[in-house]
């Protein structure tokens, strides 16, 4: 059954503030519209592209959140970010990323997205990477978009803490990283006590 525009631009609405971080196309397949029909809505609601929204959310919100490094030396663009607990960030493959002779994504390009992500989800000034364990699911090509999601997974050590990240083109995971991230025994967990002695 199909949506009215009011129903569908209300619904619109309130996807891109749940998911700033959302395609046009993938917005045109989650309402069963076409792309020309989104970026309508969108003009009509007043509600910025892509690339400006992500801009918005990374000004606004993460600046004076990530503690472990300044923001711009993240690699990729975070859209959304919980300190100890989850962070999303978002990278387009451009002609720098790539090789020449076949536009495939360089490794260290993904595992620099997902690194710099776990780093930044510690909530820890001193946040460094121990060890890491990677699995590459498939090439990534240029023009394709890498979203990087990373969730902290355990806290049951004094030092350490386990960031498991996951890189996605399209819904399908193209990389996979579990990092040991070392973070001072200074550091409070969440019950609010020291870690250290």
């Known amino acids: ?3 009215t525009k009011k129903d569908r631009q209300s619904k619109l609405k309130e996807t891109i503030s749940l998911m700033p971080f959302i395609t046009d196309d993938e917005l045109a397949k989650k309402f069963g519209v076409s792309i020309q029909t989104i970026r309508l809505d969108r003009m009509e609601l007043n ?5 400006e929204r992500i801009k918005s959310v990374a000004t606004n919100q993460w600046n004076e959140t990530v503690r472990a490094l300044p923001i711009d030396e993240v690699i990729g663009e975070i859209v ?21 002779r076949n536009k495939i ?8 997205q997902a690194n710099s992500l776990a780093v930044a989800v510690i909530n820890d000034e001193l ?18 978009r890498v979203v990087a ?17 996951i890189s996605y083109v399209d819904n399908e995971a193209v990389f996979e990283g579990n990092f040991e991230m070392y973070r ?10 020291e870690n250290s002695n």
């Open 149 to 165: 999601k990373a969730n902290v997974k355990t806290h049951n050590m004094i030092d350490r803490s386990i960031v498991e990240v």
């Open 184 to 193: 001072s025994t200074e550091h409070k967990g969440e019950n609010g006590h």
């Open 105 to 112: 994504a360089r490794g260290h390009h993904l595992f620099a």
């Open 47 to 51: 509600i910025p592209e892509l690339r």
């Open 127 to 144: 946040a460094l990477t121990a060890k890491s364990e990677l699995r590459f699911k498939r090439q990534v090509r240029v023009g394709e």
């Open 80 to 100: 959304d970010l919980e300190l100890d607990k989850r962070a999303i960030s978002i990278l387009d493959i451009k002609e720098e990323h790539v090789f020449s």
């Open 1 to 3: 059954m199909r949506r």
